[in-house]
């Protein structure tokens, strides 16, 4: 047997085969070319310089003080202080690394910050400091200085404004504004000229993350520095990502809408988590697909990543917003397991779509009833006036009132588990009922208005 034939000589060239084709990267997302060594340094605006590995950023301020380096990624690496000397020589001035900022905690963008010297100081967010002592990694010695929401330092006459505006892409991530230097370092916000990454930039809370752009916007710049990929960003370059994140949560509310669960339901049966699987990503990739088309050509690897962005920001339109998915019953003549009915049906009373008035109230009542023969508890009796709003919230997206769902109750409702105190017997809850009393016209609700009587137990 030649090594050609070998299985793995056999894997590799099928996989290669199956490997998909993406769109062309637009020239504009694109930097200027690396030096030899496999990086790039150029200037920001006076003393203020920037340093790219075409996928990496850092940037360092030259002052009498020394260099004040921000951010470390490892990619970088010993390129850092190259990229320090180069600029150092040429301009006559220090060359030593004295203060190191830390965007936030993640190590691929401070993970070379143990290749500087142990005296330099260390500033950050104490969110940082505490997620680094958490870490424990040698290559990321924690920040020594902290401050909590905004601090303000001047170092070798260059004024450096920082500020916390609440968790984004992590929990400590900062804007560092650089305002005599009409520069804003926000990073893993913007990907100038490029889609983000994995979910959002594999961002941690998403409503953080889409309103960092707009505090972005907020502070004075002409210069941007995202942390990633090749250039620079402009003003252009954060609106056109707002605009870009703005479509995607518009077509995921449309999608969870008008995708329907059913096939999913019907076809994996028992294991409520393929049948998971198949309805998100299915809305997901119906959300994603006209905003791809728009982006393509214009947000390099819009065609590779959207669909990961778009699955995350549904999940934080559903749990966070609460913006309540369908149930799988619009085709009801289509049998599904009890379980199922049970695990779903709360979700076709709750959600902001079913405000509490009026005869919706009459229903819930009656299935809160539900809950109180089956032992779960909903945290006071439903029939009580007196403890009625301990399970009535208002919404925040929409205003109206809604159940009072906690955030984990969406999650929960796809297995029926009955620890939200939405599960209930589908004995218990009378579609016929809903029939002659509709509640609203609500598209969570219409199939189910329209559609015969659900299987029974
Ligand atoms: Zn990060």
Redesign the pocket.
């Known amino acids: 047997m030649s090594t050609q034939e070998t299985p793995i000589a056999k894997t590799t060239t099928s996989g290669a085969d199956v490997l998909p084709d993406y769109a062309p990267v637009p020239p504009s997302s694109l930097g200027p070319a690396l030096n030899d060594q496999g990086y790039y340094v150029g200037r920001v605006e006076r003393n203020l310089f920037w340093v790219t590995d075409g996928t990496y950023q850092a940037a360092f301020l030259t002052t009498p003080d020394g260099v004040i380096l921000f951010d470390a990624p490892p990619t970088i690496g010993h390129n850092l202080q190259r990229a320090v000397d180069e600029i150092a020589a040429a301009n006559g001035v220090s060359n030593k690394v004295t203060y190191l900022f830390y965007s936030?905690h993640?190590a691929?963008?401070v993970g070379a910050s143990s290749l500087f010297d142990k005296s330099v100081t260390r500033i950050g967010h104490e969110e940082t400091r505490r997620l680094l002592l958490r870490d424990d990694d040698p290559a990321r010695p924690p920040n020594e200085e902290t401050f909590q929401d905004t601090r303000t330092l001047e170092i070798g006459g260059e004024r450096i404004d920082l500020a916390w505006h609440g968790p984004n892409?992590?929990p400590d991530n900062i804007a560092i504004h650089l305002p005599d230097h009409d520069t804003l370092v926000l990073?893993?916000i913007v990907n100038p000229g490029w889609a983000p990454i994995y979910l959002s930039n594999l961002t941690e809370d998403i409503p953080g993350y889409i309103e960092a752009s707009a505090n972005a916007l907020a502070y004075s710049w002409k210069h941007f520095i995202g942390g990633h990929m090749g250039r620079l960003g402009t003003r252009d370059d954060v609106t056109l990502h707002q605009q870009y994140m703005a479509d995607i949560s518009e077509s995921s509310r449309q999608a969870i809408t008008s995708v329907d669960p059913t096939p999913f339901f019907v076809k994996y049966g028992e294991n409520a988590w393929a049948a998971v699987r198949g309805y998100l990503d299915e809305i997901a990739a119906t959300a994603a697909a006209p905003v791809i088309e728009k982006y393509t050509g214009v947000l390099a690897a819009a065609d590779v990543f959207t669909e990961s962005t778009t699955f995350q920001v549904m999940q934080s339109i559903r749990l966070d917003l609460g913006h309540v998915v369908r149930a799988p019953l619009s085709a009801i003549g289509v049998k599904l397991s009890t379980r199922h009915h049970r695990s779903w049906q709360h979700r076709e009373c709750v959600g902001p779509e079913h405000r509490l008035d009026g005869e919706a109230s009459q229903t819930v009542r009656r299935s809160g009833r539900a809950f109180d023969r089956q032992g779960v508890s909903v945290g006071g009796s439903p029939r009580s006036p007196s403890s009625r709003n301990s399970w009535r919230t208002t919404h925040p997206s929409t205003g109206g009132r809604t159940h009072g769902v906690r955030r984990d109750c969406c999650l929960a409702g796809w297995t029926g588990s009955g620890s939200h105190g939405w599960h209930r017997s589908a004995a218990v809850v009378r579609p016929r009922r809903h029939r002659r009393r509709p509640v609203h016209g609500g598209p969570g609700h219409r199939h189910r208005e329209r559609g015969p009587a659900v299987h029974r137990p």
Request: charge should be negative.
């Open positions: 936030h993640h691929d963008h892409h992590s990073i893993d």
